[in-house]
């Protein structure tokens, strides 16, 4: 146990790894803005619609803002155009992984005028409820600005009686990867403001923002936004030590409240909820500026890059733009990554347009990457143990999956890997292990997605034979009924013939 620099109690996560953070490299411009390209490629996000209902036709012309996909439920994200222009229709474009995978994209062809529809602010946000607040931000298209992209809304809708603290992820503790750090520089109260919009609609008492500890000037600037906004019993800035990967969810939980997240449970077990910075300040955007997500910062640097920097960038535009936009590639470039060193995937070209997860466009020269070298057998040295912060076993790990064990894999909690890349990065004999358990989970999330079909598949056969079954019975009774009717006229006219009958037997 230590104390931030800020006073604060803070714990520590097993393993991980001290890194050279270079962020310096993309700090030193004020964020830029990318401008529009020729053409935007909006991905429908990893959280898509099973069957995606479109509300505008090709050929239509929109505005920045205006919805093109709704969202049907908490986990369907939806989709707004991110300037105006004239709507193309679908297209596929290349996706970052699993490598030569391609993503639905919704094309669309700017007309340089960047017309917004009227913004929907929520009003009296601060009286609202919380179904009230989650909606709205699911209208507007909310889900993690932190790189997994997971909607905001399912995040927050539940019964979260016992949740007491919000903590916002501002510990970006990838090597290179500037874009929260600047967002947080330049839009502290936006951040301040989204985060009492978010504590609202989970009834979190606190909030805990947790940043690194070399970023002096945004903690001046988040505390200062905390005094104009009144909101210091409420938000508490804290500097957090940068090991790799502190900017972890489970692992900025640990060393913030020493509390451990369990395999196979929630940070909600424990009371609390934790969102990037970048989806606070999306969400102020959203509630109080009543605006959709359209754009996100991107962080375009690497020494292979002639002028590194942070770019708000559409939701959309390629990354070749942005490229560009940061003066292209030096000579020796020779690898462009979406992501950092550690965690992020090598492209294999730079048409890939720009998502919600996409935090940072990394070009390296030559001698920046890792002669690949052989993969050799693993020799069980327990390297990769030591430095998981997950707590897993990475090498078991690797056999089942090498195995096509997959469900030993998750047995061994393959789910709790959060690819951060420390294993590999010390293994001896070069195995790519991040890319197997990218791999595992792939297959394990099409088992599982395979099943749910298989079972809703089951359940409505099951549910249509009893259907029949009940009409049949139905129709039976029906019959019967009409029978009855039937028989009963004739069944009158018996008694009445027998009443007669009788009485002329009497008088006789
Ligand atoms: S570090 Fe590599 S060689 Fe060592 S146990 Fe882990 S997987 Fe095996
Ligand atoms: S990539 Fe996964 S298994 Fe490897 S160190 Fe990180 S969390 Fe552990």
């Known amino acids: ?20 953070h270079h962020k310096q490299v993309s700090c030193q411009h004020p964020i830029r803005d990318a401008g529009l390209p020729e053409a935007l490629f909006i991905p429908i996000g990893r959280y898509a619609h099973a069957t995606p209902r479109l509300l505008v036709q090709p050929g239509e012309q929109v505005l920045r803002g205006q919805t093109l996909i ?3 439920d908490d986990f369907a994200v939806a989709v707004h155009a991110t300037t105006s222009g004239r709507f193309e229709g679908w297209v596929e474009c290349n996706a970052a992984w699993p490598p030569g995978a391609r993503q639905r994209c919704l094309a669309l062809t700017p007309d340089g005028r960047d017309q917004s529809v009227e913004p929907t602010p929520l009003a009296e946000w601060a009286q609202a409820g919380p179904d009230a607040l989650i909606n709205h931000l699911r209208s507007m298209g909310l889900s993690g600005l932190g790189g997994a992209q997971f909607p905001t809304a399912a995040k927050l809708r539940g019964d979260w009686s016992g949740i007491h603290t919000l ?7 990838e090597p290179w990867i500037s874009c929260d750090e600047m967002l947080m520089r330049s839009r502290p109260e936006a951040v301040v403001q989204g985060g009492l919009v978010l504590a609202r609609a989970i009834g979190a008492r606190q909030v805990l923002i947790g940043i690194e500890d070399q970023m002096n000037t945004v903690a001046r600037r988040l505390e200062r936004a905390c005094t104009a906004l009144d909101t210091e019993n409420i938000i508490k800035v804290i500097k957090v030590q940068s090991i790799y990967p502190e900017g972890g969810e489970r692992q900025l939980i640990q060393v913030l409240t020493g509390q451990e997240v369990p395999h196979d449970g929630l940070p909600q077990d424990l009371g609390l909820v934790c969102h990037n910075v970048a989806t606070a300040a999306a969400a102020s955007d959203a509630v109080i500026d009543g605006l959709a997500v359209t754009e996100r910062i991107v962080t375009v640097t690497g020494p292979a890059v002639i002028e590194p920097g942070n770019w708000r960038a559409r939701l959309g535009t390629p ?3 942005l490229v560009a936009r940061a003066g292209g590639y030096k000579d020796n470039v020779a690898r462009l990554v979406l992501g950092g060193p550690m965690s992020g995937i090598a492209l294999a070209d730079d048409s890939l347009p720009i998502d919600r997860g996409s935090n940072c466009l990394l070009a390296l020269a030559e001698e920046d990457i890792t002669p690949s070298q052989p993969t050799l057998p693993c020799i069980n040295c327990g390297q990769c143990v030591q430095v998981c912060p997950a707590s897993l076993l990475p090498q078991l790990l690797f056999r089942a999956i090498e195995a096509v064990q997959h469900d030993q894999a998750r047995e061994l909690h393959l789910f709790d890997c959060i690819e951060c890349g420390c294993c590999a990065q010390v293994c001896p004999s070069h195995i790519p292990l991040v890319d197997y358990y990218r791999h595992g989970k792939d297959l394990l999330r099409l088992k599982d997605m395979d099943e749910r079909r298989a079972a809703l598949a089951r359940r409505r056969f099951e549910a249509r034979e009893q259907r029949l079954a009940r009409q049949q019975a139905e129709r039976e009774a029906r019959r019967e009924q009409r029978r009855k009717k039937l028989e009963a006229p004739e069944k009158a006219q018996d008694e009445i013939q027998a009443a007669i009958e009788r009485a002329r037997r009497k008088r006789t």
């Open 167 to 173: 903590i916002l992820n501002g510990a970006e503790c």
């Open 1 to 20: 146990m230590s104390e931030s620099a800020l006073g604060q109690r803070l714990w520590s996560f097993p393993g991980g790894l001290e890194l050279r």
């Open 319 to 321: 990354a070749s733009w």
């Open 70 to 72: 709704e969202s049907s």
